[in-house]
């Protein structure tokens, strides 16, 4: 069965709007599984297999459960402040970064920002950073000089399904592709 929606639903809540079922996620953005369940499941279908199989299948892995189960959280992409306790950790020498045409512009005089997200969101390959610029229109591939940057004293981490992030990345550290 295809769960795109309810996982895009999924993802709002985790990663943006909690309250838009009435749930609150705690400082480390997780949130109760019970409660989430018992929440969705008031507006739709929803029980633990499915939401247990959105977790599995979700292509990009949006999604983590806690050791026990007992409680979820996105991995990254939020825009509400949560610390996702994740470790300063050395990058590789080059990240990539893929956007639509349209945000060139300001990325070229500004570099990467987050926007209304916590992080700056960089792939580890050319092919995963193409399929994230696709989303928003023709793409466009920076490469990121990460091993520069870090040396220079700049953060990077790596969430739970392998993205990297930053909080900033600076003009002189891209390269247009």
């Not at 369940?37 to 507006?43: A, C, D, N, R, S």
């Not at 696709?134 to 220079?152: C, D």
């Not at 739970?160 to 891209?174: D, F, K, Q, S």
Request: proline letters at 3%.
């Amino acid at each position: 069965m295809n769960y795109k929606k309810t996982s895009k639903f999924l993802s709002m809540l985790l990663r943006h709007r909690p309250e838009v079922i009435g749930i609150t996620l705690d400082k480390h953005g997780w949130a109760d599984v019970d409660e989430l369940i018992e929440k969705i499941g008031e507006k739709q279908e929803f029980g633990r297999e499915i939401l247990e199989e959105i977790v599995r299948t979700d292509e990009k892995q949006r999604y983590s459960f806690n050791e026990d189960g007992t409680k979820i959280r996105a991995n990254q992409g939020h825009s509400i402040t949560v610390d996702l306790e994740l470790k300063a950790k050395e990058p590789p020498e080059m990240l990539w970064h893929g956007t639509a045409e349209k945000y060139v512009d300001s990325i070229d005089r500004m570099g990467l920002r987050p926007g209304n997200r916590m992080y700056v969101h960089l792939s580890l390959d050319e092919q995963t950073a193409e399929k994230v610029g696709r989303r928003h229109g023709r793409p466009v591939l920076y490469q990121v000089k990460s091993g520069e940057m870090y040396r220079k004293g700049f953060r990077f981490y790596q969430s739970a399904n392998g993205i990297w992030l930053t909080l900033m990345v600076p003009v002189e550290y891209l390269k247009k592709v």
